[in-house]
T-cell receptor, first 117, second 112 residues
Framework: GAVVSQHPSRVICKSGTSVKIECRSL??????MFWYRQFPKKSLMLMAT?????????EQGVEKDKFLINHASLTLSTLTVTSAHPEDSSFYICSARDSNSRNQPQHFGDGTRLSIL | GNSVTQMEGPVTLSEEAFLTINCTYTATGYPSLFWYVQYPGEGLQLLLKATKADDKGSNKGFEATYRKETTSFHLEKGSVQVSDSAVYFC???????????FGQGTELSVKP
């Protein structure tokens, strides 16, 4: 079945560091990918929709200069948390849309646990 | 706007108990409905889906029926196992735009 690989699975770094998270669709092409943020015991909050070859569409309240999204190819989208601070600590999950799939609208990565000290 | 509401968790059950997790939605038109499961420290996995009214989705002993008249998609399982402990998310989807709209999630804890 369709697989989405998200890397790294966990990162711990100092405040002020920029962190890049990769999301790859391994066996299908994804013109659209999504980035979510999940707080403990909370639901997924859609941050942005990543479109291959064009600018990402950010949800209301999400700082686009803080969370940089690049979708340069049909199989890779990256989320960069710039100058991360402790309040950015969270679980980030990506998903990829396989437009050829009639069974699943999105395939999810395993998430990245980001901890900012 | 479109939204999904799930019952509050956590839900704690003994092994082999009957499970119901309520899910209701507000939507225009005819969305597809999904249940996803998230095991600790992992991403989301599709559990089951229904694409039109009266469809029943089922997988791994779980089932849910798309009820347009009550705008509901309740998740049920006749006999839960400890391995079913996870967070369950109800979601609706419109093909146009491709976005999933999630409920707040319901944590299930099954005790031996």
């Amino acid at each position: 079945g369709a697989v989405v690989s998200q890397h790294p699975s966990r990162v711990i770094c100092k405040s002020g560091t920029s962190v890049k998270i990769e999301c790859r669709s391994l066996d299908f092409q994804a013109t659209t990918m999504f980035w979510y943020r999940q707080f403990p015991k909370k639901s997924l909050m859609l941050m942005a929709t990543s479109n291959e070859g064009s600018k990402a569409t950010y949800e209301q309240g999400v700082e686009k200069d803080k969370f940089l999204i690049n979708h340069a190819s049909l199989t890779l989208s990256t989320l960069t948390v710039t100058s991360a601070h402790p309040e950015d600590s969270s679980f980030y999950i990506c998903s990829a849309r396989d437009s050829n799939s009639r069974n699943q609208p999105q395939h999810f990565g395993d998430g990245t646990r980001l901890s900012i000290l | 706007g479109n939204s999904v509401t799930q019952m509050e968790g956590p839900v704690t059950l003994s092994e082999e108990a009957f499970l119901t997790i309520n899910c209701t939605y507000t939507a225009t038109g005819y969305p597809s409905l999904f249940w996803y499961v998230q095991y600790p420290g992992e991403g989301l996995q599709l559990l089951l889906k229904a694409t039109k009214a009266d469809d029943k989705g089922s997988n791994k002993g779980f089932e849910a029926t798309y009820r347009k008249e009550t705008t509901s998609f309740h998740l049920e399982k006749g006999s839960v196992q400890v391995s079913d402990s996870a967070v369950y998310f109800c979601a609706l989807f419109y093909n146009q735009g491709g976005k999933l709209i999630f409920g707040q999630g319901t944590e299930l804890s099954v005790k031996p």
